[in-house]
């Protein structure tokens, strides 16, 4: 297998993958013996060797006058293409999106509260209606302070909410704040429909958080397809929950 090739294969260009195997070969050296051994003129390799720098392939130091250069270890190499690849693997569904050669749902996963945290800041960009499911009691345990730092953002950015919750003591003190919290709860029977995450529709996407025992997870789906379908889904349980036996007796 021809090293040269390969390192330009992989994105060096041919001169500086000769002065990169020369330095790798030779060891510290001054950028004459580098030349001479990458069978190139010296300005060139000064050039080259300023490039590999740049991008962290090579390094430098000086002593007794002298500036003798240093192959960074191939395994900076591999690391740093591996980066690419992958940031290059994240984008991929975005770039077949734009040639319109397939479809794949852009899918963001989140851990722990922090985490989430982060996904309910996404539902504040939108530009259409919450349709909401949710447990109303667990994410208030989870987050205690969940009403000041993320439903009083929800009313400032005049993002209404349509909701549906179990109907249990929580639920009703949500349902009692629904004007002044600029949005509509309908509660469902707690023991005939349990919840255990939380779902938001809107725009093209629909987050849902899981607040488990062991984990507390969110996931961002943005899928113009999908958001659709869970709107006409979420539609049909919201005129369920406004019939007179979902009420409280």
């Not at 294969?9 to 500086?16: A, I, Q, R």
């Not at 309910?120 to 009691?137: G, I, M, P, Q, R």
């Not at 629904?178 to 919840?195: P, Y």
């Amino acid at each position: 297998m021809n090293l040269q090739n390969v390192l330009t294969n992989v994105g060096l260009t041919p001169k500086e993958s000769k002065v990169y195997l020369a330095a790798l070969e030779l060891g510290p050296s001054p950028a004459s013996d580098l030349a001479l051994h990458a069978k190139l003129n010296r300005v060139t390799t000064y050039d080259v060797l300023e490039k590999l720098i740049k991008r962290k392939y090579m390094s430098r130091v000086t002593k007794n006058r002298v500036t003798y250069f240093t192959a960074v270890e191939p395994d900076m190499l591999r690391m740093d293409f591996r980066k690419k690849y992958l940031d290059f693997k994240d984008i991929l569904p975005d770039l077949r999106r734009l040639h319109g050669s397939t479809y794949i749902p852009r899918i963001r996963y989140y851990e722990g509260i922090d985490g989430v945290k982060k996904v309910y800041a996404d539902t504040l960009t939108a530009k259409t209606e919450l349709l909401n499911y949710a447990d109303s009691k667990s994410i208030r345990e989870h987050w205690p302070t969940y009403d000041k730092d993320y439903v009083n953002e929800r009313v400032k950015h005049r993002i209404y909410l349509r909701g549906i919750a179990p109907l249990d003591e929580e639920g009703k003190r949500v349902v009692a704040e629904n004007e002044k919290r600029h949005r509509e709860i309908r509660l469902v029977k707690a023991g005939s429909f349990a919840f255990s995450n939380e779902i938001n529709i809107y725009d093209d996407k629909i987050s849902i958080v899981s607040f488990g025992k062991k984990e507390v997870v969110g996931i961002i789906i943005e899928s113009s397809e999908i958001a659709n379908t869970q709107r006409a889904i979420f539609m049909m349980a919201w005129e369920f929950a406004g019939q007179p036996e979902q009420r409280e007796d």
